[in-house]
Each structure stands twice: as C-alpha cells, then as structure tokens.
T-cell receptor, first 111, second 113 residues
Framework: RKEVEQDPGPFNVPEGATVAFNCTYS??????FFWYRQDCRKEPKLLMS???SGNEDGRFTAQLNRASQYISLLIRDSKLSDSATYLC????????????FGTGTRLQVTL | NAGVTQTPKFQVLKTGQSMTLQCAQD?????MYWYRQDPGMGLRLIYY???????DKGEVPNGYNVSRLNKREFSLRLESAAPSQTSVYFC????????????FGNGTRLTVT
C-alpha cells in the first residue's frame, strides 16, 4: 500500500459546483497534514494545513479522519481558477524532511 | 519579495555532463530541501539541510551532492548526469524542520539525453 494515496482524477466539474477529494494515508502515527495546490508546470503552493478539528478557509474546507486515516478537501462554489492539481501531503514523523507527497488529484472546472 | 529562487529554469545535458542547480531563499528559513518530481510519482526528497551547516540524504540521493553554502543558499550538483535524472527539480525551504509548511521555488526542468 502506498504511504499516501489519491485518486488522480481528473475531476471535471462545472463552475459553481461543490467537489470533494479524499486522500488516504498508511501511517497511523502521522502528525501533520497539508493540502498543496499545483498549477500546470508550476511549483506546489500551500493551500491549507489540516487540523484535527477540521478547518475552513473561504470556499475550502479540510477535514481529518484519524480513525479511517484519511483527509479530505471540499471546494464549494468552484471557480475556473480552481483548476489545478491538489496534492495531499502527510508528515509521519513531525519533521519536514519526512513529508510524503501524494501524486495529486487533478481538478478541471468548466463553464 | 522573491521567496525561493532557483536557477536555471531549463537545462539540457548530455549523459556524463555535470551541472549545479542553484537555490536561494530570502525568508530567513533554517531548513532547505531539494525534491524531484516525475510523472505519476509524488515529489521525492533528494537531500535536505535542516539547518545551516548540516545536510542529510533523503529518499533518492544517489547521483547527487549538495552544499549548504550559507543560511540562504543550497545547491544541488549532478556530477555525471544520467537519463534517469531527467526530471523537474524543486528547491524548497521551511522555517524549521518540524511541522512547518514548505515554500517552493519555481522549478528547474532538466533533460538528460
């Protein structure tokens, strides 16, 4: 089993739709979790950290389910500009040198 | 407000040639990292430097060397390039090597023929 698994997509959704991605991780001792966004041929950029109680940033909501070992990202009212690849990142050991990146889920928002 | 700056943006090498990828950050971060990104695979850590004066191997260090020149700069060297090193390379930095988010440079696309 991969350490971090994501559905590669693509998820094709119309503007205004709500879309959710899940990411599963194998190490139950993982300590921190992040979602990064990567546009085509660009560098990854931090979208949001994922906290145990769940957290929201505008149209984006991140959740952590430790029992089932997954994190999720919900995007409400999708915009064309949300089209990107979303990388799930898990830190099993508390040090950034151990960060494990998923291969990403591609989102395409259409008119 | 440059953040993390990488050079060059693109490079083509012949097998056996050497080159150095440069990286500098202006955020006063302690930790710096080199990753490679290949199609269908997540970012993989090549080498990192948790703090000035230290460097350590990551997941895929073979064929690479690094130098943490000072707090700002962290370079990656390919001594004898191989086609398997064709990839996109990202430098990143973080405030500390614990639970801090990474800030990435805009990448170097390297092709080895």
């Amino acid at each position: 089993r991969k350490e971090v698994e994501q559905d590669p997509g693509p998820f094709n959704v119309p503007e205004g739709a709500t879309v959710a991605f899940n990411c599963t991780y194998s190490n139950s001792a993982s300590q921190s979790f992040f979602w990064y966004r990567q546009d085509c041929r660009k560098e990854p950029k931090l979208l949001m950290s994922v906290y145990s109680s769940g957290n929201e940033d505008g149209r984006f909501t991140a959740q952590l389910n430790r029992a089932s070992q997954y994190i999720s990202l919900l995007i409400r009212d999708s915009k064309l500009s949300d089209s990107a690849t979303y990388l799930c990142v898990v830190n099993p050991a508390g040090t950034a040198s151990k960060l494990t990146f998923g291969t990403g889920t591609r989102l395409q928002v259409t008119l | 407000n440059a953040g993390v700056t990488q050079t060059p943006k693109f490079q083509v090498l012949k097998t056996g040639q050497s080159m150095t990828l440069q990286c500098a950050q202006d955020m006063n971060h302690n930790s710096m990292y080199w990753y490679r990104q290949d199609p269908g695979m997540g970012l993989r850590l090549i080498y990192y430097s948790a703090s000035e004066g230290t460097t350590d191997k990551g997941e895929v260090p073979n064929g690479y060397n690094v130098s943490r020149l000072n707090k700002r700069e962290f370079s990656l060297r390919l001594e004898s390039a191989a086609p398997s090193q064709t990839s996109v390379y990202f430098c990143a930095s973080s405030e500390m090597d614990r639970n801090s988010p990474l800030h990435f440079g805009n990448g170097t696309r390297l092709t080895v023929t």
